[in-house]
């Protein structure tokens, strides 16, 4: 069983549609992330969702919008796809309390927009 | 807001030689980890270090988190053909996010 799973793991979208990328962690684990790796590999910080209560929005446009339904899952939706948002998204979790930083990651979603 | 400069920004060795890399900050941190991603694949973590001065190994990799609390480093023995791949360091404060690096890429010759 994955750990940590993302569907879809390629989506090709047009400019100015509106997509979801779902996660899902079967690690029992309290907090869940949303990374954005760029071109050039960089890894950033979206959101972080402990125990379905948003505590990390990092500067990030409202177009995209994470819902944690359980603290299970934390799925993100981006509307108004722009050129800019292709990137490959990473949805992470790590045990909640003492936060380790050892965190768990999916396989990532590639995102193209076209 | 908090930065982490890693280097080297790529390697390319020959199958056999040891690798070190090492990441540096103008920040206090807490915990140093370092994390490898294969191609497709999403990070995975190799080593995490919680305390200054720490030395730890994990098969063929050594890391330590330096005595001042602002870098770390990572060394791989032996570099065999599987140690391809996009090396990060991350650090950590109590409560805060995590910040990574922005990677070293190996390349192993055979």
């Known amino acids: 069983d994955t750990a940590v799973s993302q569907t879809p793991k390629y989506l090709v979208t047009q400019m100015g549609n509106d997509k979801s990328i779902k996660c899902e962690q079967n690690?029992?684990?309290?907090?869940m992330y949303w990374y954005k790796q760029d071109s050039k590999k960089f890894l950033k910080i979206m959101f972080s969702?402990?125990?379905?209560?948003?505590?990390i929005n990092e500067t990030v446009p409202n177009r995209f919008s994470p819902k944690s339904p359980d603290k299970a899952h934390l799925n993100l939706h981006i509307n108004s796809l722009e050129l800019g948002d292709s990137a490959v998204y990473f949805c992470?979790?790590?045990?909640?309390?003492?936060?380790?930083?050892?965190?768990?990651f999916g396989e990532g979603s590639r995102l193209t927009v076209l | 807001g908090q930065q982490l400069n890693q280097s080297p920004q790529s390697m390319f060795i020959q199958e056999g030689e040891d690798v070190s890399m090492n990441c540096t900050s103008s920040?206090?941190?807490?915990?140093w980890l370092w994390y490898k991603q294969d191609p497709g694949e999403g990070p995975v973590l190799l080593i995490a270090?919680?305390?200054?001065?720490e030395l730890t190994s994990n098969g063929r990799l050594t890391a330590q988190f330096g005595i001042t609390r602002k870098d770390s480093f990572l060394n791989i023995s032996a570099s065999i053909p599987s140690d391809v791949g996009i090396y990060f360091c991350?650090?950590?404060?109590?409560?805060?996010?995590?910040?990574f690096g922005a990677g070293t890429i190996l390349r192993v010759k055979s």
């Open positions: 969702y402990n125990n379905k209560e948003l505590i």
């Open positions: 690690l029992g684990h309290d907090t």
């Open positions: 920040s206090i941190f807490n915990t």
């Open positions: 992470a979790s790590t045990r909640g309390g003492a936060n380790t930083g050892e965190l768990f």
């Open positions: 991350a650090g950590m404060k109590y409560g805060n996010k995590l910040v």
């Open positions: 270090l919680y305390k200054a001065g």
